[in-house]
C-alpha cells in the first residue's frame, strides 16, 4: 500500500512538472495560432518580391526587339518610317516611353540637328509625340494589362546637303501606372501583420 501511495504521489508530481513546464513553453513563446499573422506578412512579402525581381509585374513585348526598326540614315530634305506593336504582357498596367540608346550599350550618342522626331498611335491617327530627335518623350500611352498598340515612327530630315545617319536603338521603357507611394502601403501592411503577430494575447495554461 506505501509503493502504491508513494507511485501515486511521484505521478502526481509528475504531472504537475509536465503541466508546468508546459505552462512555462506557452508563456515563454507564443501559441501557434500567434504565429499565423507574422508567417502571412512574411509570405506576401516574399511573393511581392519575386514578383518584382522576376519581372512578372512590369513588361512590354515589341515584335521588333532585335530587329532594325529605321534605316541606317535619312536623306537631305526626307523622311523615314518604321512600325511596330507593343503588348503589355505584365501583371500591371504600364506608361510607356521612348529613349534612344547607342547600339553598343550605354546613352546614345549626341543626336544629329535638325532631325525631327514623331510617333503615331496608328489605330486612331494620334500623334504621341512631336519634337527634336534625342528629346525626353515623356510618358506616350498607357497600356492596361495584355493591351496591344501599334506605332508609327517616323524621322524627318530639315538638312538640305547632307544625309543624316540614325544610329540608335530605340527603347521603348514601362514603368507600373499605379501611385509611386505603393510600396509604403505594402511595408505598413507587412507590419501591421507582424505587429499582430507579436502582440496577439494569449493564456497562460493553469495548472491545477
Do not use: K
Not at 55 to 79: C, F, K, T, W, Y
Not at 125 to 137: E, H, K, N, R
Request: net charge neutral.
Amino acid at each position: 500500500m506505501a509503493t502504491e501511495a508513494i507511485g501515486s504521489e511521484w505521478r502526481q508530481a509528475m504531472s504537475v512538472t509536465g503541466a508546468a513546464a508546459l505552462g512555462r513553453s506557452a508563456g515563454d513563446g507564443r501559441p501557434v495560432a500567434a504565429w499565423i499573422p507574422l508567417a502571412t506578412g512574411l509570405l506576401v512579402l516574399a511573393a511581392a518580391i519575386l514578383l518584382v525581381i522576376s519581372g512578372m509585374l512590369v513588361r512590354i513585348q515589341n515584335d521588333r526587339d532585335h530587329l532594325s526598326l529605321l534605316p541606317a540614315s535619312v536623306g537631305a530634305g526626307e523622311s523615314v518610317t518604321g512600325e511596330l506593336t507593343l503588348t503589355n504582357t505584365g501583371l500591371l498596367p504600364v506608361t510607356v516611353a521612348m529613349e534612344l540608346r547607342s547600339p553598343l550599350g550605354g546613352p546614345a550618342p549626341g543626336p544629329p540637328p535638325r532631325v525631327t522626331e514623331s510617333v503615331i498611335r496608328t489605330g486612331d491617327g494620334q500623334l504621341l509625340y512631336q519634337g527634336p530627335l534625342g528629346s525626353p518623350t515623356g510618358t506616350l500611352m498607357t497600356l492596361d494589362r495584355g493591351q496591344q498598340v501599334h506605332l508609327q515612327v517616323t524621322m524627318r530630315s530639315e538638312g538640305e546637303t547632307d544625309a543624316v545617319p540614325l544610329a540608335y536603338d530605340y527603347y521603348w521603357t514601362a514603368r507600373a501606372a499605379i501611385p509611386g507611394w505603393w510600396w509604403i502601403t505594402a511595408i505598413l501592411f507587412v507590419s501591421l501583420l507582424v505587429t499582430a503577430a507579436f502582440w496577439r494575447p494569449f493564456t497562460r495554461p493553469v495548472v491545477q
